[in-house]
């Protein structure tokens, strides 16, 4: 990896170097290989992808359950592993997963998404210990609310500021979780 290179999972206006259905493990992969092709490797994924619906947990069924988890949690791990291991190679690497007051404080009408949120947290924390020594930073980056324009922790500066704040730790002094 030459020039540092990174990929953010999500969506949005102005995202769409590559275009893939996070919950779709094959299309993902494929997705992040061409990036990484024609980038040279990943400097820092930044998992950010989740299927937001307002709808009580009691109103679920296990099929909408599972189609949620693959993109709020299968798809970081996707990600992950698809970008792995050129992160190996180059010696380094950060891993962010996205999240939200969710992980911890669960809402029943946002059901699907609390269970979502709290699986990526569990996987930030798990994938931190297994790559505990490599020099590939993990964490999750906890977001406790609504972004907002000018909110000193919320705003998309502040949130970007705590990602570079992750990504600049040094190995040995790696936070797993950061709230903002």
Same mark, same amino acid.
């Given at each position: 990896? /030459?020039?540092?290179?990174?990929?953010?999972?999500?969506? !949005?206006?102005?995202?769409?170097?590559?275009?893939?259905?996070?919950?779709?493990?094959?299309? @993902?992969? +494929?997705?992040?290989?061409?990036?990484?092709?024609?980038? !040279?490797?990943?400097?820092?994924?930044? $998992?950010?992808?989740?299927?937001?619906?307002?709808? /009580? @947990?009691?109103?679920?069924?296990?099929?909408?359950?599972?189609?949620?988890?693959?993109? /709020?949690?299968?798809?970081? @791990?996707?990600?992950?592993?698809?970008?792995?291991?050129?992160?190996?190679?180059?010696? +380094?690497?950060?891993?962010?997963?996205?999240?939200?007051?969710?992980?911890? +404080?669960?809402?029943? %009408?946002?059901?699907?998404?609390?269970?979502?949120?709290?699986? @990526?947290?569990?996987?930030? $924390?798990?994938?931190?210990?297994?790559?505990?020594?490599? /020099?590939?930073?993990?964490?999750?980056?906890?977001?406790?609310? %609504?972004? +907002?324009?000018?909110?000193?922790?919320?705003?998309? %500066?502040?949130?970007?500021?705590?990602?570079?704040?992750?990504?600049? %730790?040094?190995? !040995?002094?790696?936070?797993?979780?950061?709230?903002?």
């Amino acid at each position: 990896m /030459n020039k540092p290179v990174i990929v953010i999972v999500g969506m !949005g206006p102005g995202i769409g170097s590559a275009v893939a259905d996070a919950g779709d493990p094959e299309a @993902l992969s +494929r997705a992040l290989a061409t990036l990484e092709a024609a980038a !040279g490797g990943v400097t820092v994924l930044l $998992y950010n992808a989740a299927h937001i619906k307002w709808k /009580n @947990l009691l109103e679920e069924t296990a099929q909408s359950l599972v189609e949620d988890f693959r993109v /709020n949690v299968a798809g970081a @791990l996707t990600a992950v592993r698809t970008v792995l291991p050129a992160m190996h190679l180059a010696g +380094r690497g950060t891993i962010l997963l996205t999240s939200s007051l969710f992980a911890t +404080r669960p809402v029943a %009408q946002f059901g699907s998404l609390s269970i979502g949120k709290a699986g @990526l947290r569990s996987m930030a $924390y798990s994938l931190a210990e297994a790559l505990k020594g490599t /020099n590939i930073h993990v964490a999750t980056l906890t977001v406790q609310g %609504q972004v +907002r324009s000018g909110d000193p922790h919320r705003s998309p %500066q502040a949130i970007a500021a705590a990602c570079w704040q992750l990504h600049v %730790q040094k190995s !040995g002094a790696f936070a797993t979780e950061v709230d903002c």
